[in-house]
């Protein structure tokens, strides 16, 4: 929950307030099962291209991925 939170975080806006922190907690909480999932699997997708992205820059970091 904690890595799925991070990533809500940062593919947004790099600072964030507490209150700004709250609207997304209270976002994901209104997501249903289905929208909860697709964004999962969006935060996961970015990850992956962040990754990817690492590689390009620094081959030794992201080699993992492949």
Known sequence: YQVLLNLLLLSKVPVRSD?????????LGSL?????MEKV???QNLAYQLGLDEC???PSEGRNLM
């Not at 209150?19 to 976002?27: D, G």
């Not at 249903?32 to 909860?36: E, K, P, Q, S, V």
């Open 56 to 58: 390009k820059d620094k």
């Open 19 to 27: 209150t700004e922190i709250k609207s997304s907690i209270l976002e």
């Open 41 to 43: 699997r969006g935060l």
């Open 32 to 36: 249903t099962t289905a929208n909860l």
